[in-house]
């Protein structure tokens, strides 16, 4: 079997609201919270990385960051919040028949 992994870089906000720790990525509109800021991170990314990879398996990965307003673009980084940070949401790829699958790729 072959395998890649491809990995996401996306910015996240994590704020303090009322005891309440708010962890957005508002570019794809994902929204968490959690009891403290490690915990929020960890809900940003799980929620991230489960949005991705269904948008992934589902074929739709590239209408929803084109309906998110997104481009391809050579490497740059675009300036975060205050509260923001870049995290990395892997998203693994896996093909069990390569061989008779590499005929048919038209990549």
């Known amino acids: 079997m ?3 992994t ?3 870089n996306v910015p996240v906000d994590i704020e303090e609201k009322e005891g309440v720790f708010i962890a957005s990525c508002k570019p794809l509109d994902v929204f968490t919270q959690g009891t403290t800021m490690a915990n929020a991170e960890q809900n940003i990314i799980e929620a ?4 991705l990879s269904m ?11 084109n309906a998110c307003g997104f481009k391809p673009e050579k490497n740059s980084v675009a300036p975060l919040s205050p509260h923001g940070k870049y995290v990395d949401i892997p998203l693994p790829f896996i093909c069990a ?3 008779n699958i ?3 790729c038209h990549a």
């Open 97 to 99: 028949n390569h061989n």
């Open 2 to 4: 072959e395998r890649i």
């Open 55 to 65: 948008c992934a398996e589902m074929g739709t990965l590239e209408q929803v960051l």
């Open 48 to 51: 991230l990385d489960l949005f």
């Open 6 to 8: 491809i990995k996401i």
């Open 102 to 104: 590499l005929n048919k």
